[in-house]
């Protein structure tokens, strides 16, 4: 039964019974934990196959470090955010990934490929550290812009797009700080980023009784604000190291 369940968030049709069922599991609920990682164990395999570039099964070490990401991911994920499990788990999953074939590739000091030359021999090719070095810069642009379309995404829910920000954001460094702040406050505060995620749009009248701004400067700084929460409270890792300046 509780399978059946499971299987059915594919077709969106059991949104509720998901969240109902990872809130068992991050409380402790064993049984639904694993449920959860049989009926997900397609999902792990595609993403471990889809980020090694080959197929991934259950014998691959690979899966195994899938399923922890996955596992991970269960336990971290918050059933009140919009974003879905599978695009969280997704995210951690490749990150799981992609660090363990950084540490292997560290690890070997030379790894060899073979590449057919089209005369029906082959030539061994060995990676020095500057190879390596480019296959993570390479990996780490990849994600970079996946999370790019993802920020993209959550903008779009909000009525907002990175070229609207780029004209609206405080030009002048003291407004910033302080739109920033503002929005750091919303992000670390449970009850304002819940209304802000219920009705998309700021609590400005909670707000103006912890800040020292008018409702004014709140207004006019709304969409800087908003997509500030929405970048600190999400895992967007690399973003995030374009603003960890700005943080208190």
């Known amino acids: 039964m509780l399978l059946s369940i499971i299987q059915g968030i594919f077709n969106k049709k059991s949104d509720t019974a998901l969240k109902e069922l990872v809130w068992k599991a991050k409380t402790g609920d064993e049984k639904v934990l ?11 395999k595609k993403t471990a196959s889809f980020v090694c570039d080959r197929f991934i099964d259950e014998s691959d070490e690979e899966f195994s470090i899938a399923m922890v990401g996955f596992h991970e991911a269960v336990l971290k994920y918050d059933p009140e955010e ?3 499990l599978t695009t969280f788990a997704h995210l951690i999953m490749k990150r799981r990934l992609i660090d363990h074939i950084r540490k292997e590739a560290l690890r070997k000091e030379n790894i060899l490929l073979i590449i057919d030359d089209g005369d029906a021999k082959t030539r061994e090719y060995a990676f020095d550290e ?3 070095s480019s296959y993570s810069e390479e990996r780490c642009a990849e994600e970079r812009r996946e999370e790019m379309v993802e920020y993209s995404r959550l903008l779009e ?50 707000l103006e009784h912890i800040v020292e701004v008018s409702r004014k400067t709140i207004e006019r700084h709304r969409k800087y604000i908003i997509a500030v929460a929405l970048l600190l409270n999400h895992d967007f890792t690399y973003i995030k190291e374009y603003v960890k300046g700005e943080l208190l």
């Open 34 to 44: 694993n449920d959860l990682l049989i009926a997900f164990t397609p999902f792990m």
């Open 157 to 206: 829910e909000y009525g907002l797009s990175f070229s609207e920000l780029a004209k609206v954001s405080p030009k002048h460094v003291d407004s910033r700080k302080t739109a920033f702040q503002i929005a750091q406050i919303i992000a670390e505060t449970p009850e304002f980023f819940e209304l802000l995620s219920e009705n998309k749009r700021l609590p400005i009248k909670q």
């Open 130 to 132: 500057s190879s390596i």
């Open 82 to 84: 919009k974003t879905s």
